[in-house]
């Protein structure tokens, strides 16, 4: 006779909730959806255009002109015209190497894979690494070294996925000088969303949010820097506190655990990885003169950070780096390029939507011309830095449905270009509240793979980072509120 299994009811009936729980579904799916409901809408909705005037061309306000009729889109495109079945083909092969999608598509991937050669050297593992004690620390001057790094790497090179194997790191060597989960969260994953936020040259959203609205990459550096910097010390000192209280026992209940240290093995931090830090802050200095002194673009940005990938395969083959034999270097540079191609074909399928809409061109029929014009006579009717700090609590609402900074920026900022000079905000104003509503919330959406993973990685549940994170969010969001009105005020 067989044994019972030895299952509760209240197991099963847990089991049950976890098949059934809704998930947000995947940014491709919510692009199928969106590009489904564009083209049904060009069955019922009549396209319209603008005129246009200036170098470059800005809408002319009061100029909208509807078409005679309605201009459905077809089943299957043609030259003239992309369909359904055919948006995601247009959008891929649309443009050229200096465009926003097939240009800004190569020069993702190219990033994605330079950037996994510099993680396969383990450089910046082995850096933070050997800069954390190994007992308890007097003073918390290490957690805001390490806070502000942080948010220096979301900034400069969008340091997002990368979190999740260096708060694998952190956890337990952060948990051995004395602190919690709770701070090795803030100080990986906190600090590089704030950073990312902040940006003033992340090439994942604000050189692709410029892009597509047609604005020099790094422009607006100034005021940009100036709010990391703000940003980055009120989030670091209100950290440094939060650790303080943490190591002298005032606060802080979810310590990583013993099993955390066991499964990071410690990596010395040689000659070679120090080169390598060296070369990519170097790539990142000569990045900056080129785009600032030489009017450099995306074409010449990727070729610079492929130099740096060139450097680093020479430095960890001198240096005899482990696993970084020139395959397995070019293993990495796959696997780095594989990561960020969803970001890529997501920028494709955005613009293949907007492609079924008849195109973001204001001088052409399209729908997205009427939405413009409709959006438009809306906020006509409100003053005009009320629309700059709607569009920021806009693009935070978006980013829950749309957690990626490359989708966000290709799906919303075609429509926020336009709408922002036909309602009197500057475009700079524009990509400003995108990076800001898209980054800033990352810390708190439940559809972010990456702080999911993050929190996983930390042993802390959602539950437990919410209810502690929702608090200094508000200040967060304060403080971005505030931004959007000086910046709208300053005329930015």
Sequence with gaps: MMAENPVSDQDRAETVRDTRAWRMPDTLAILFVLALVAWAATFVFTPGQFSVAGDPARIVPGSYQPASGIMPAPLLGNEDRTGFLDFLFAGLVTGDRYSATVGLMAFIVVLGGVFGMIMRTGAVDAAVQASLPGGRAENERLVIVLFVAFS?????????????????????????AGYDAITAMLVCYGASQIGFATSWMNPFSVIIAQSIAGLPPMSGLGLRAAVWAAFTVAAAVFTWRYARAVRTGLRGKLQATAENAAEVSATAFTRAHGLVLLVLIGGVVWVAWGVTMRGYYLAEIAAQF??????????????????????????????????LLPAAVIVGAAKGIMLILGGDDPASWSLLNSLLNGLGSLTAAVPDWLTALAMYLVQSVFNFFVASGSGQASITMPIMAPLADLSGVSRQTAVLAFQLGDGLTNLVIPTSAVLMACLAAAKV????????IWRPMLGLMAMASAVMLMAHSGGY
């Excluded at 680093?312 to 240096?319: E, H, P, Q």
């Excluded at 549940?461 to 502690?468: K, V």
């Design 306 to 339: 492929f130099a740096v990938g060139i450097v680093t395969v020479a430095i960890a083959r001198i240096g005899r780096i482990a696993g970084c034999s020139v395959s397995e270097m070019m293993e990495a540079f796959r696997d780095g390029a594989a990561q």
């Design 152 to 176: 220096l790497a979301g900034a400069v090179f969008g340091l997002s996925e990368e979190a999740i194997a260096l708060t694998l790191v952190l956890a337990p060597a952060l948990n051995r």
């Design 461 to 468: 549940s959602y539950g437990e980072w919410l209810a502690f």
